[in-house]
């Protein structure tokens, strides 16, 4: 499986921005899609998670309601829409790609098997 993250870029507080992942290479149905983030100095964070059969999604507390994952199907893009940007929201965001994974498993890292690179997203007046 290969994921490529691209859409991010530098944005004002209370703005918005859509990153994507291309997923290729595999099933893209039976796979669970999430969205991390790794502020400077801080530990990878979770974000948000998207299982595509049955479409079960989770979301960090710190992005519910602001943030919304989604998918193109057909076109194996997973995409998470992020609006009211805030500072601290900061960080690079990396999509991952894992099979099997139940709820309580989508917002551990370890349990994604194949990420993309990272793309930057700076929310600064």
């Known amino acids: 499986v290969q994921l490529q993250a691209s859409g991010g870029g530098l944005v004002q507080p209370g703005g918005s921005l859509r990153l994507s992942c291309a997923v290729s290479g595999d099933t893209f149905s039976y796979h669970t899609t999430g969205w991390f983030r790794q502020a400077p100095g801080k530990e990878h964070e979770f974000v948000a998670a998207k299982r595509w059969n049955g479409g079960t999604t989770s979301y960090a507390d710190s992005v519910k309601g602001r943030f919304t994952i989604s998918r193109d199907n057909a076109r194996t893009t997973v995409y998470l829409q992020m609006n009211s940007l805030k500072p601290e929201d900061t960080a690079v965001y990396y999509c991952?790609?894992?099979?099997?994974?139940?709820?309580?498993?989508?917002?551990?890292?370890?349990?994604?098997?194949?990420w993309g690179q990272g793309t930057q997203v700076t929310v600064s007046s």
């Open positions: 991952a790609s894992g099979r099997g994974l139940i709820f309580s498993d989508f917002d551990k890292r370890t349990r994604y098997d194949h």
